[in-house]
Every structure is written in C-alpha cells, then in structure tokens.
C-alpha cells in the first residue's frame, strides 16, 4: 500500500525547543491514505483482538475519572463505525500496528521523526499506532497518557485543549505518582473547570498534526462533522526511566518518605531507575500493571 515519499512536514527549530516539552502543530500528507476509509477501519476492528477496540457513547463529561462510568450505545464496533456519523460514539483502535498495513505507515512517520528526536531524547522504543473515530460534537475526557505522541488529523476537526505536565496546579506529584502505579487502561483524570484557563487549545483540521508530550494532560472536543485521526508514539530511554522513577516515588512515599519529584537530581534519579529495576527482578515489587491485552501483546496478530 504506497505511503507518501514524505508524510510530516516538521519545523526543525520548533520541534528542538519544544519536543516533549510543550505541544506545537505541524502537518502531514495523509488525510486521503486508503488506510483511513471506514470499510478499512471495520476491517481493522474485525481483526485487532477484542481489548484492543475501545468504544463508547460520544455525550460524556470532559471530567470522568472513572472510565468505566463511560456509557455505552449497545453497539458492535462494525456498527459503531458505520453509524458514526447519526450515533454519537467515540472509538479507539489501539495497537493498530499489529495489522502490517498500519505498521509500514507507523514506521514510515517515525522514521521521520526520529533524526530530530534522537540527538534530544535518544532510544525511541515501544512505537505504537492507534486510530481514532468518533462522532460530530463528542467528547473525549481529560486524560493523560504514558506514551510521546504526534496526532494526525486525518478527516474533520477536533478542538484539542493540552495542559502541561510540569504544571503542578492541575498535575501533583500525587498524580503521576498513582498513574505510573496504576492500570494503563485508567488514564482518565478528574477535570475541574479552573484548570482550562491553564490550558494551550488547538484547532487541529485536516491535514494538521499536534505534538502532545508525555503526561501533558488533555481533552478533546470533535467538531461538527465525523473526525478521524491517527496516533504515532513511542517512548524513549528516558521517558521509560522517567516512569520508573514516578513508581520508585510511589514506594517511597507509603513508607512515610517524601520523595524528590523527577527531574530535580539526575543523580538520584539513576539510583531510583536502577533500585526500582532491580526490586521488581527480585520480585520485591510487581511489575508496573498494564490494560487488559496488552501484558502480551504478542497475542494479538491482526493482519488487517
């Protein structure tokens, strides 16, 4: 399935001052790829297995802390797709890159991506891809999200509000802490209205991409028409020990210690990577928990 020469066009100056810190836009040549037709989607819904194929009701609350409150249409996912546009729903298609197809076009963006993050942030690691397709006027909750993410906007608009992740008025060190703790399917977060005016808004149309650094919290509201949208992440070297060290922290402060946050002692920060490594081989600690399906993924092989 071809894939443009070029699918990103990335501002080199904005990427270095920004990358993984702050959110920024750019864009891509993707918006007509064959991959995104939903004829293709239903295929690819059909063959991911089932944990991967998340779907809901599209009138939810910016604020729903716990995904399960997220109501339900009572559809399948094939009928969640067709109907996408009368039905409100919101639908992700995660670890689409187990399908070969979406693998070449995950593959083809990140190997864009990676001569500029690499002399930044080296090791780009764990790539995943995931599509989203949801309906006009709904809502994705505010959450945050463990990976490095750049997302394609490839049919419609989405209104994108990002909050930084070092912005200790709407993210503690609490919070990150029981995040890295806690289950990778639980990623939404409790919302409250004061924090949107610490928010950066994107209004992200076809054609467009933003960059969402990880932990940075957001949500999303679809615009008046059915929005489609793709998700290139990874994690790197860094990012990995930098989850670590939030797990280490956990540790550290039900045992009464009030730990130093990331990023404050690169020296201690090596030794909480190192000492959480080595407790969870000594089976001290359990390993980080994971959403249902993906403790292994090798399971799952859609050949979409």
């Known amino acids: 399935m071809d894939t443009p020469r070029s699918c990103l066009k990335i501002d080199a100056d904005t990427f270095r001052s920004h990358f993984n810190l702050r959110p920024f836009l750019f864009s891509h040549n993707l918006s007509r790829h064959p991959l995104f037709q939903l004829p293709r989607l239903v295929k690819l819904a059909k063959t991911l297995d089932r944990s991967y194929v998340d779907y809901n009701a599209g009138r939810i609350p910016v604020s729903l802390p716990n995904w399960q409150d997220a109501p339900h249409t009572g559809l399948t996912a094939e009928e969640t797709i067709h109907n996408t546009a009368e039905i ?17 076009l995950l593959d083809a963006c990140l190997d864009e991506i990676a001569p500029l993050s690499e002399p930044i942030e080296p090791g780009m690691c764990e790539r995943e891809a995931a599509v989203f397709v949801s309906s006009p006027g709904s809502v994705t909750p505010y959450h945050m999200d463990h990976e490095i ?30 995040y890295f703790s806690g289950p990778a399917l639980h990623r939404n977060m409790r919302f409250a209205e004061a924090y949107q005016e610490r928010a950066t808004v994107f209004e992200l149309c076809e054609g467009q991409g933003l960059h969402i650094p990880t932990t940075a919290p957001h949500w999303v509201k ?41 990023n404050r002692s690169p020296a201690r920060d090596r030794i909480k990577h190192h000492a959480y490594r080595a407790l969870r081989r000594a089976h001290w600690l359990p390993r980080p928990p994971v959403a249902a399906g993906e403790a292994d993924a090798s399971r799952a092989h859609g050949n979409a």
């Open 222 to 262: 679809h615009g008046d028409t059915v929005s489609i949208s793709f998700s290139a992440s990874f994690k790197t070297r860094a990012s990995l020990a930098r989850g670590d060290v939030y797990r280490m922290n956990a540790v550290l402060r039900q045992l009464g210690v009030e730990p130093l946050p990331w």
């Open 149 to 178: 993410n750049f997302l394609l906007q490839l049919r419609g608009a989405q209104t994108v509000s990002v909050f930084n992740a070092d912005d200790a008025a709407v993210l503690s060190e609490e919070d990150l802490e029981e």
């Open 88 to 104: 409100c729903s919101w639908m992700e298609l995660k670890r689409a890159e187990q399908c070969p197809d979406f693998k070449r």
